[in-house]
Each structure stands twice: as C-alpha cells, then as structure tokens.
C-alpha cells in the first residue's frame, strides 16, 4: 500500500472544497458525487472486505447525517475505514475511532482451532497490518486508531456520546453479542449501528438484541449482509 493515493484524495477534498464551500445543492452534491468516485477508485489498495456497494452507501449515508463521534469496532486493514473517514474529512465534521487489537490471539478466541477463520488469522503478520494501517491514516487527521480489545476501548466513551457504530470485529457468538450489548448504553438516542456480516448464524444473537431494542433501517441496509439499526427511545419502551 501506498500513502501518496491517500494523501493525494486528501489533497483532492481539500481542493474542492475550497474552490466550492459556498455552493449549495445540486452543484455541492455533484461535487461530492466525484469525490466519491474517487475514493472507490483507492479502495483496492486498503486490506479487507469492503466492497465498492458498501463502499459508496456508507460515504452516503455519513454524507446526509452528519454524525460527530464515529466509532468502528474491527479495523484491519482499513478497507470500511477508509471510505468512513474520507466522508468525515469532506464534510470536515467528526472523528473516527478505529478499534482493533491487531492480534493473532484475540482475532481468533471463540473459534474452534481447526475453524478455517481461525487458521487464517493465525497466519497473518498483524504488526505490519497495524502499521501499514497507520501509516495508510496519517493524512487523516479525525481518524484515531485504538490498539485494544473492543472490551477495553469501550470504557472511552461516555454513554449516549457515539452517533455512528460500525461492527465487524468478533467472528464468534459471544464476542459479535458482547460488541453490541457493551456498546448500545453508549450510542446517542437516534444515533446508528451498522453490523457487518449479519446473515451469519453468529451473529444471531447480536441481530435478536438489536431488533428488540431498536429500529431497523431497511432502505439504508444492504439486504441482510450489512444492517443499520437506528436506537430508539421508544422502541425500547413499547
């Protein structure tokens, strides 16, 4: 991976936006449509499994709401980071937190040894992911990598402080289930949450506790591999 593609989007937003922050509307949005492009044009060069689809609804949807405080449990290589913090340095809003521990170990508790998941992550040289990594953020100034268990990083943010939640850490039952539950009490009322690979039988129980306690965003959803939950106050009370 090479920093000069990040550095030059960056490069890239900086320019269009000075030549056009007070344009409104249509012009805005055509703006934002190229910078897009561009961003999808780079996603290749990060690790990881964000395709181009998910790619573009995601800068979208942090496009149209704005959120301050973005959390992201699950980094890797950066792949779902990299278009997420390219959307909050066009707007020049909020702050990503990019939490992975970037360990063998850890990547692979839960899963049976001879699981394929769990020989995979074994095989990976996870100091060089994390350092390609950040390297990869430097120019991203509101992009703050946390080398930690997701368990351990959740205890940074206050409760009801994050307005955007991206899950795809734990590959297992109880680690996909302790990402949501520890970090629900900590989502803003109204605030989202994205999970990664719902259509999996692990994460069953993560997607049974959102259902009960918040709204699903079906139009915002990508079918049933990657759902959006809105939390609502009153869905947790009727």
Known sequence: MKIKYIFNLFLCAIFLLAENRFL??????????QYVEITIENLS??????????????????????????????SFGGSTTYPIIAALSFTQRGFL?????????IAIEGL???????LWW?????????????TAMLPFKQCHPLRQRSTEAVYRFPEESIDF????GSFSSLGSFQDVTLYFPKIKQGG?????????????????FLMENSCWIKKESIKNKCIVFQKSYKKRHN
């Not at 181009?52 to 149209?64: D, G, Q, R, S, W």
């Open 24 to 33: 409104l509307g249509d012009e805005l949005d055509a703006i934002w449509d």
């Open 192 to 208: 989202y949450i994205w999970i990664n690979d719902a259509d999996y039988y692990i994460k069953l129980d993560a997607i049974s």
């Open 165 to 168: 939640l991206y899950i795809d």
């Open 97 to 105: 937190y990019a939490i992975d521990a970037w360990d063998n170990q």
């Open 45 to 74: 060069k990060f690790p990881g499994w964000c395709s181009k689809e998910k790619a573009k609804v995601l800068m979208n949807f942090i496009y149209h709401t704005r959120p301050k405080i973005c959390v992201e449990i699950g």
């Open 122 to 134: 074994n095989s990976l040289d996870m100091d060089t992911i994390y350092h390609q990594f950040v």
């Open 112 to 118: 049976a040894p001879t699981d394929p998941n769990a």
